[in-house]
């Protein structure tokens, strides 16, 4: 068959380097941003947030961290373990809560279901993780956090090209220019508002427009003074539990995560349902309820011990 010389020549290399903007510095952001730049392309990544980490993010405290969100992560494709052993060796251990415990709305345990696959964290905290992939972005100036992006529009000296209007770390309205493609790697409600507050026409629009994402009040739990090896004889005799509790879904004992403070210190999620119908009560009050709440379920898990 005879070869087509329009197909079998080079192509043409590019007068100069794709320039990607990539909004959100979360974990799917920052490997993006990481995965373009081995590729050769030039990336800016734009994050609101102080820190990169999205919902990997945690909160660190006087008595050690917790992880408000993503609890840990499982690995299921052997290329995420190269991943992790080359680029941030140690950094990531496996929980031993392989095992979950699920409570009912008294917070008895009705079943221990088992698990043949870990449960990985990063220490001393989540987004430690994404702090460490992120770390050679910002080493190169090429992540700007603190940066709030308004609106997305096409770029006013080439029309093939797109800018970004945000807000800097100061306040200021700015705008980044130049790019010749824009990734969101934000929850999909915040991409539709950035597409169409910006009048931007896109097939996307529709899919994004019918995804629902369900609040989450999160409260942290610390005792300061219940601080020795043996956790096991304080609380429940577990470390990570699922509730049909009408108020709790999820509870966890950071102390019981590798390379962590020793400190007694529990997550608790609210479930999605009570989260809904509360979503405009006062920190306070929510704090109430679901300190009461989390009281009945460690004083029934303890006796049964």
Known sequence: MPRNAAYDAPLPAPSRPYHIAIVGAGIAGTACART?????????????????GGRMAHVDTANGSFDAGVQFFTIRDPRFAQVLDATVPGLCRPWSATTIVVLDESGKKVARPS?????????????????????????????HTRTQVLALERDRIN????????????????????FDAVVLAIPAPAATQLLRGSG???????????????PCWTMMLSFPQAMQPGLTTLGPNWNVASSTH?????????????GRSLKERWTVH????????????????????LHKAFTEIERASCRER
Do not use: C
Request: aromatic content about 6%; charged content about 20%; proline content about 8%.
């Open 200 to 214: 931007v026409q896109s097939p996307l629009l529709l899919p994004l427009s019918e995804v629902e994402m369900e």
């Open 115 to 143: 698990s043949q696959e870990s449960h990985w964290v990063a220490s001393p905290g989540m987004g430690d993780l994404v702090r460490a992939w992120a770390a050679p972005l910002e080493r190169e100036a090429l992540l």
């Open 246 to 258: 009408h108020r709790i879904a999820w509870l966890a004992r950071e102390s019981s995560k590798p």
């Open 36 to 52: 373009l730049v081995q590729a050769g392309f030039r990336v800016t990544v734009l994050e609101q947030e102080p820190q990169v």
């Open 159 to 178: 029309a093939h090209q797109w800018q970004l209007r945000v807000n800097s770390p100061d306040g200021a309205p700015n705008v980044y220019a130049g």
């Open 270 to 289: 609210a479930s999605a349902e009570w989260s809904k119908k509360h979503a405009n009560d006062t920190p306070a009050r929510v704090l109430a309820k």
